[in-house]
Nanobody, 115 residues
């Protein structure tokens, strides 16, 4: 499956961004969709995931500020990021899990939050 991310950019602290990730290609039976992020020198960490039925799991560090959602008809997952902080600066990666094909990753989109 191919994943195309969009919506990253530069924003001031306290601002908002919305990331989108559209899946195409072998989109048969997409299970979980999610977002991860990596900061320089750190491992990739989970931000939020959402199951095919809409059950969401959000990291404590972004809970109450970030909201994940998905549109199954469009094979798209979104991440609404509010009250952004400088420590949210990272490359954000889209992830899709399929029982048949395993995990797929997007190319990453940079989010930079200035103080």
């Amino acid at each position: 499956v191919q994943l195309v991310e969009s919506g990253g950019g530069l924003v001031q602290a306290g601002g908002s961004l919305r990331l989108s990730c559209a899946a195409s290609g072998n989109i048969f039976r997409i299970d979980a969709m999610g977002w991860y992020r990596r900061t320089p020198g750190n491992q990739r960490e989970l931000v939020a995931t959402i199951s095919s039925s809409g059950s969401a799991n959000t990291a404590d560090s972004v809970k109450g500020r970030f909201t994940i959602s998905r549109d199954n008809a469009k094979n798209t997952v979104y991440l609404q990021m509010n009250s952004l902080k400088p420590e949210d600066t990272a490359v954000y990666y889209c992830n899709v899990e399929q029982a048949v094909y395993g995990a797929s990753w997007g190319q990453g989109t940079q989010v930079t939050v200035s103080s």
